[in-house]
């Protein structure tokens, strides 16, 4: 009978008809797997395969035609292997986009196939957070419209194998997610982060608010002073509020997921060589999924030197 069938199907070997964890077991949903319970209740059962199927709601061609699978599914195996290698911290979704900017033609779907068949990494869940709000529901936090409206900067801090302290100073610009600068060194204080910023000034222009925490670096009479003068407003989170710099707080996490603690630096030359080499990825080969996994600031190609036609020794 069909309650037969289904049982047997669902105990698939455990007598009880239940998992480990004493739930029912789940559905047999996909096409592969509703073959096998097929040729499993037609073994087990001895009936036929067209009753099996249609009790178990399989297309009778579905069983009877075995999948090929696609010419290029080794290779893209491959391709998704040697990425999920190289970027250990990129989920299946990142992946799809540098395969896409590679050159394949392939849905996020197929991609995430093979990234459960292979048994690759399942991004880490993260912890909520709490935010502040006002009385009217909106957050108290300015949000960038365009680039160079709110730049923000934070310190982050890590060892060299020798044990002694380096520490980084970060500067991202929040709209365009591009970061700016990761000055690295032993030692940083708010003469530092001055010259960091009068660099950045020069090169990019000075934005419209720049956004930090209290720390005692950024506080500073003399860097309130100088902003003051060259009109950038300052924006101070509340003390013990790191939310509120969400944008900076973000990209620390992914600098330290994603090279500070994978790399074991032995001197400080060549952390710098290697946090500004993983700068230059995140700006321009890093999709970034906030921007639709398109890297926030990408080199431009530039098209080949038009040479203008000449007619009679005179230029079009």
């Not at 979704?93 to 900017?101: E, P, S």
């Not at 302290?165 to 709209?175: G, Q």
Request: with cysteine; net charge positive.
């Amino acid at each position: 009978t069909k309650i037969s069938i289904e049982a047997f199907t669902t105990r698939a070997g455990r007598p009880d008809g239940y998992d480990p964890s004493g739930s029912r077991a789940g559905k047999v949903l996909s096409p592969s797997r509703r073959r096998d319970a097929v040729d499993h209740v037609v073994e087990g059962l001895g009936v036929s395969e067209r009753r099996a199927c249609r009790v178990i709601g399989q297309h009778r061609s579905t069983q009877r035609k075995p999948g090929t699978p696609r010419g290029d599914e080794g290779t893209l195996t491959e391709a998704v292997i040697h990425l999920a290698e190289r970027f250990g911290r990129y989920g299946y979704r990142r992946i799809t986009a540098l395969l896409r900017a590679d050159g394949w033609h392939v849905n996020e779907k197929r991609v995430y196939r093979i990234w459960r068949r292979e048994g690759l990494k399942v991004p880490m869940k993260q912890p909520k957070r709490s935010r502040l709000w006002l009385n009217d529901g909106s957050c108290v936090r300015l949000r960038p419209t365009h680039k160079g409206h709110v730049w923000s900067y934070d310190f982050v801090q890590d060892r060299t194998h020798d044990g002694k302290v380096f520490r980084m100073l970060c500067v991202i610009d929040e709209f365009t997610r591009e970061c700016l600068a990761i000055s690295v060194a032993r030692r940083l204080n708010s003469r530092d982060v001055l010259d960091t910023l009068g660099e950045l000034f020069v090169q990019h222009g000075a934005p419209e608010h720049i956004r930090s925490d209290n720390g005692p670096e950024f506080i500073a009479t003399a860097l309130r002073d100088w902003l003051g003068r060259i009109g950038v407003k300052t924006l101070y989170i509340t003390p013990a509020s790191p939310w509120e710099n969400g944008y900076c707080e973000s990209f620390n996490s992914k600098l330290r997921d994603e090279l500070l603690a994978r790399e074991i630096f032995y001197d400080l030359r060549e952390a710098k060589v290697l946090i500004e080499a993983w700068r230059q990825h995140y700006n321009t080969v890093r999709p970034h999924s906030s921007l639709g996994y398109k890297p926030p600031a990408p080199k431009a190609v530039l098209p080949a030197a038009f040479i203008p036609p000449y007619y009679g020794g005179v230029a079009a």
